[in-house]
């Protein structure tokens, strides 16, 4: 079994700064791309930021510039550092990551999700 299990986020003010980590643990034999999405009341789930195995990025086009997500893969870690946070990034976040539990067997595993309130 493979268990995601992201910080918690927060409360912070129009134009602040927060840093969420993500860390996959268990039966892992490798990991591939991780991301981050989010999903805000009466909205669907969006992709965030997505990084590879090779270190490559993507942004959704609303965060960047804004947010840069990066992985500590001998801890099996992904981070997105958020800054000049703006209230319509207020949602609740949640961490993805394609893992490798034995050689050629790829599954997608999904964090618990945690809120992150931008107010004005």
């Known amino acids: 079994q493979v268990q995601l299990v992201e910080s918690e986020g927060g409360l912070v003010q129009a134009g602040g700064s927060l840093r969420l980590s993500c860390a996959a643990s268990?039966?892992?034999?490798?990991?591939?791309?991780m991301g981050w999405y989010r999903q805000a009341p009466g909205k669907q789930r969006e992709l965030v930021a997505r990084?590879?195995?090779?270190?490559?990025?993507n942004y959704a086009d609303s965060v960047k510039g804004r947010f840069t997500i990066s992985r500590d893969s001998a801890k099996n870690t992904v981070y997105l550092q958020m800054n000049s946070l703006k209230p319509e990034d207020t949602a609740v976040y949640y961490c993805?990551?394609?893992?490798?539990?034995?050689?050629?067997?790829?599954?997608?595993?999904w964090g618990q999700g945690t809120q992150v309130t931008v107010s004005s």
């Open positions: 268990g039966s892992i034999f490798s990991i591939n791309t």
């Open positions: 993805n990551a394609e893992v490798e539990t034995t050689p050629r067997y790829v599954r997608l595993y």
């Open positions: 990084i590879t195995s090779g270190r490559t990025t």
